[in-house]
């Protein structure tokens, strides 16, 4: 049987999708070359610091997750899409935060599609 979604539905997918990219995009660009041009750089929860960043289940989930991405991370990051998302970016201490996370980066790329 067809299974027939909203438009609504397919959207919040695709913003939820690519979210969790730019996440393991930042967290890939972090571990490998110490800074990020996308995203937040990710920091693990300590001495009561809540942390940011891509969250794993656990060390295997994240090896699974950056093994099967790493290629396409790769591939974007010569990109324009890249340079677009990277342009729009708005870190917190930047600007005043927006939504809960303080920064909002699919608002940015609907504004350059």
Avoid: H
């Avoid at 093994?67 to 201490?93: D, F, L, T």
């Amino acid at each position: 049987m067809q299974l027939k979604y909203g438009e609504s539905l397919i959207r919040l997918r695709f913003i939820d999708y690519m979210t969790r990219f730019v996440s393991l995009a930042a967290y890939y660009e972090c571990e490998r070359f110490g800074s990020t041009r996308v995203g937040y750089p990710t920091m693990e929860y300590k001495e009561g610091r809540l942390g940011s960043g891509a969250v794993f289940a656990d060390e295997a989930a994240k090896t699974r997750e950056m093994a099967s991405n790493y290629k396409r991370i790769e591939a974007w990051r010569g990109s324009e899409g890249y340079e677009i998302a990277a342009r729009v970016s708005v870190r917190p201490s930047e600007t005043p935060a927006r939504g809960l996370n303080g920064w909002s980066l699919t608002a940015g790329l609907a504004e350059n599609i």
